[in-house]
């Protein structure tokens, strides 16, 4: 449940802060990012192409429900025509097609965990249109995937009660000392670049995430 929103102007970065809080806090806490259940801080740096996405998210609750918690950016501008890309490794950005392979008949009743991938570095997607593209850069290995046009998500975290057959034979259940879910954070940064005029700055970024110093 959204709460309140903090701006700052720095003499070169402008930050705005998002709370969001859940019921289970009780009446008597205050909202702030101290006792969030998640809180996001956009920043936007004086000369810097993209924005930085900090991301907290408290620990998901011990209620025996499982949960798939991600972190979404929608440009309602792209039209990416059910294609999005995706690093190999951080390297070369493979094509991806929604529910489609190049190699074989893709089919799966598994529409969202089947076109899921594992995101290193980045994930994007283009207008070819309108020459413009999405891109999103994060700073850990995580699942990704292009599920609605022009809509980029990435997992933040996900936690689960019972064993899903495939193998593992254990849980996704991660907790902390005390036995609650595990908090995560995590940073992004959102670029956007209009290729008629100017080439994507995802590489330059990606080294800035990789070796800040």
């Known amino acids: 449940m959204f709460q309140n929103a903090t701006t700052f102007n720095g003499g070169f970065v402008q930050e705005l802060l998002l709370v969001f809080t859940s019921n289970t806090l009780g009446k008597h806490h205050s909202a702030s990012a101290s006792n969030a259940t ?15 996405w900090e991301v907290y998210l408290g620990g998901l609750p011990n209620d025996g429900i499982g949960r798939d918690v991600t972190v979404n950016w929608l440009s309602s501008d792209i039209n990416n ?3 999005f890309y995706t690093d190999s490794n951080g390297l070369e950005m493979q094509q991806r097609i929604l529910n489609y ?3 074989f008949n893709f089919s799966s009743f598994e529409q969202v ?4 991938y ?10 070819s249109a309108k020459s413009l593209q ?11 995937a292009v599920l609605k046009q022009g809509r980029i998500e990435l997992m933040q975290n996900r936690r689960l009660f019972k064993d899903d057959d495939r193998g593992v034979e254990e849980p996704l259940n991660e907790t902390d000392a005390y036995g609650n879910g595990i908090s995560v954070p995590a940073k992004y940064r ?9 080439i994507s700055q995802q590489r330059a970024l990606q080294l800035h995430v990789d070796e800040p110093l």
Not at 113 to 116: D, F
Request: hydrophobic share 35%; net charge negative.
């Open 190 to 198: 959102l670029l956007f670049t209009e290729l008629s005029r100017d």
């Open 81 to 83: 025509n059910n294609t």
């Open 134 to 144: 999405m891109t999103v850069l994060n700073d850990r290995s995580q699942a990704g």
């Open 118 to 127: 594992p995101i290193n570095s980045a994930i994007a997607v283009v207008d």
């Open 113 to 116: 965990s089947g076109n899921y």
């Open 38 to 52: 998640a809180y996001l801080k956009i920043r936007y740096y004086d000369e810097s192409v993209a924005s930085e």
């Open 101 to 103: 392979r190049p190699s």
